[in-house]
């Protein structure tokens, strides 16, 4: 008996060790994803997206079928699930046309089941009141996310971001929020990151702390009160290890569990470790969210397990969060495309090839480029072939123009390719600007694509209508391009004299975004791209808001014209040769048009050829420092042949 009692209570201590064991370790769920931009339906196009069957269909993406894998991982996870994301879940769609009386997508992400989401810089397009103004919309929706940001600063001298202060300090926002599940409690807090805050101009008089000095004060603030540290971070990754924020940020920062990245739309397919913090990301647009499994035992982390789940169609949609879409749908067509005579669904186009943007000349860009140079021409009594030339950066262009099953295009399609921006009248959407500049600032303007965007990335490079380039990447910076000829396909090109002496105006059209930058990107090049915008009568340009393009001229007042109107303007000049009442894509938009021609080159006539004071300063400057070392060997030798001499 007493040895019965002996083993009996060995058994019973080793189970309650087990158990205690047990309770002390976690399986826990982190769900994410980043940069969904308003992107609620599989694309491209959205016509192809069948949410309610499976494999039946080649879109990507679409916030039902991410509902469904949500669903799915939470019925068969043992621990505590997380639904974050890494920010700019706003701007890319017709949803966001009512973000600020609707606040769609934060509704939505709520219907999802998201706990927290951080602000990226796109969340910050409509301007701090638009901002603003979208957060008080989200009140009224249930479960909503925690939005959170923890490096934002409001400026004390203007009074323009106030109404965005008082949403903060009501709690709209915080910098950081604990959520307790199943005994877990989850420290997570928002950053903006450097790179996203200098691509969010419309963000002042807001501004942004250094990221790593805010990470390190949240950490410092939740190490005592979670068991794990989250950080939603919009710094991004970058193959050059120096500009890659969020490993920085990791390097940097001690105590940070996870770093759920966003901004970069960098596709992972498994997580990188760096100084015990793991860090993940997900492309964009909700091609794909990634789901870690992590072991707590006894105040330690361990990653179990990584998957990269690609949202495509075999994954069934929620038909709640369907419905809900369907319900955005036409909201948006009552309240906003009826007056422009368009609908969500609406066929504009037909066509037998896809338009796809590149990291060089495309047919996208040729083609949204050639419509802002149409809109122009329309809108104009002063059109010049050789004379008018329109630019857009990629960085504007979001999405392809994809022919899909039906070889048709959408409204809705059309749209997404140029989404972005915000007028000066708070209507959505970037507008038109008209400036006149001289040949050579032509030449400075398109000198961004040869000697800036090699360094910043895609973004960066200039799509071109009204003008052909060619450059030589061999020559020095600022100074590679070595021909410009002004024209079209239709009516030929005319090189153009781009010296100093020719004093005679161009006509360039972009967005305010882009127009903007040729206006300050002098400032960044210590004056050697310095652009003077221009009237017609060569006067200088204070405001670019003067020079708005009116696309209404019969109303009073000046009424926008919107970049994203544009590409539907210039569709109706097209054949219709089906005679459908549905213009059809024009052959020439399925290749390049050699409008922009590189010519490497290291013979010496090419390299100065064409060349502006840039080139030759450096010349002079190379040619003085040859001299300098001619004249010291010189020197050299001179006392070497001395020295022989006396010791002769």
């Given at each position: ?340 005579g368009l609908s969500f669904r609406k066929t504009v186009a037909q066509t037998d090839f896809d338009l796809r943007l590149a990291e060089e000349e495309s047919p996208l860009g040729n083609f949204l480029a050639d419509s802002i140079r149409f809109a122009v021409k329309k809108y104009s009594d002063d059109f010049n072939p050789f004379a008018d030339v329109a630019i857009i950066s ?150 670019l808001a003067s020079a708005v393009i009116d696309g209404d001229r019969d109303r009073d007042g000046i009424q926008e014209l919107k970049e994203w109107k544009a590409p539907f303007e210039y569709l109706p000049s097209f054949e219709d040769n089906n005679n459908d009442g549905i213009p059809e894509l024009p052959e020439k938009y399925s290749k390049k048009l050699g409008r922009i ?52």
């Amino acid at each position: 008996m007493h040895n019965f009692m002996k083993y009996l209570f060995i058994l019973v201590s080793v189970f309650i060790c087990l158990n205690t064991a047990n309770a002390a370790r976690k399986e826990i769920n982190i769900i994410h994803t980043n940069d969904l931009h308003s992107h609620f339906l599989g694309f491209s196009p959205n016509q192809d997206y069948t949410p309610e069957t499976v494999l039946d269909d080649d879109t990507i993406g679409g916030y039902a079928r991410i509902a469904t894998m949500i669903k799915q991982i939470k019925d068969q996870s043992n621990g505590p699930v997380l639904v974050l994301d890494g920010g700019d879940f706003l701007m890319g769609s017709f949803f966001h046309l009512l973000a600020r009386e609707k606040a769609f997508e934060l509704e939505l992400l709520g219907k999802m089941g998201y706990d927290a989401v951080t602000l990226g810089n796109h969340e910050f397009d409509l301007k701090p009141k638009g901002l603003a103004q979208i957060l008080y919309a989200a009140q009224s929706h249930e479960n909503r996310p925690a939005i959170l940001g923890s490096n934002v600063v409001f400026s004390e001298e203007s009074t323009e971001d106030d109404t965005l202060e008082q949403a903060f300090l009501r709690g709209l926002v915080t910098p950081y929020t604990i959520i307790e599940k199943d005994g877990v409690k989850f420290g997570i807090f928002g950053l903006m990151g450097t790179d996203a805050a200098e691509k969010s101009p419309f963000s002042k008089p807001v501004s942004f702390s250094d990221p790593v000095a805010a990470a390190q004060k949240m950490v410092a603030t939740l190490k005592d009160k979670a068991d794990i540290i989250i950080c939603l971070s919009h710094g991004g990754l970058d193959k050059n290890k120096d500009k890659s924020e969020d490993e920085l940020l990791a390097q940097k920062v001690d105590g940070i569990d996870v770093i759920i990245s966003g901004h970069t739309h960098t596709k992972m397919e498994a997580p990188i470790t760096i100084n015990n913090t793991l860090i993940v990301q997900t492309w964009e647009y909700g091609k794909q969210m990634g789901h870690i499994k992590l072991d707590l035992d006894n105040q330690k982390v361990r990653v179990t397990d990584y998957q990269s789940i690609s949202i495509d169609d075999s994954i069934p949609g929620d038909r709640k969060i369907s419905e809900a879409i369907k319900t955005y749908e036409s909201q948006i067509d009552q309240a906003v495309l009826e007056e422009h005579g368009l609908s969500f669904r609406k066929t504009v186009a037909q066509t037998d090839f896809d338009l796809r943007l590149a990291e060089e000349e495309s047919p996208l860009g040729n083609f949204l480029a050639d419509s802002i140079r149409f809109a122009v021409k329309k809108y104009s009594d002063d059109f010049n072939p050789f004379a008018d030339v329109a630019i857009i950066s990629n960085g504007v262009i979001r999405d392809d123009l994809l022919k899909g099953k039906t070889n048709s295009i959408q409204a809705c399609d059309l749209f997404r390719a140029v989404p972005l921006g915000i007028g000066l009248d708070g209507s959505l959407g970037y507008p038109l600007i008209s400036m006149y500049i001289t040949p050579l600032e032509l030449k400075k303007g398109v000198e961004i694509l040869t000697s800036i965007q090699p360094a910043k990335g895609s973004d960066y490079f200039l799509q071109i209508a009204g003008a052909k380039v060619v450059y030589n990447p061999k020559r020095i910076m600022f100074d590679r391009v070595t021909d410009i000829w002004t024209g079209d396909e239709e009516n030929g090109y005319k090189q153009l004299d781009f010296s100093r002496a020719n004093t005679n105006l161009i006509r360039v059209t972009a967005d305010i975004y882009n127009a903007t930058f040729l206006k300050i990107i002098g400032g960044y090049t210590y004056n050697i791209l310095e652009i003077i915008p221009k009237d017609k009568d060569g006067n200088p340009i204070d405001k670019l808001a003067s020079a708005v393009i009116d696309g209404d001229r019969d109303r009073d007042g000046i009424q926008e014209l919107k970049e994203w109107k544009a590409p539907f303007e210039y569709l109706p000049s097209f054949e219709d040769n089906n005679n459908d009442g549905i213009p059809e894509l024009p052959e020439k938009y399925s290749k390049k048009l050699g409008r922009i021609i590189s010519e490497p080159s290291l013979n010496p006539v090419n390299l100065v050829r064409n060349s502006t004071w840039v080139t030759w300063t450096a010349i002079g400057i190379l040619a003085f420092g040859l001299c300098i070392v001619l004249a010291v060997l010189m020197f050299i030798r001179k006392k070497l042949f001395i020295r022989k001499k006396l010791s002769h």
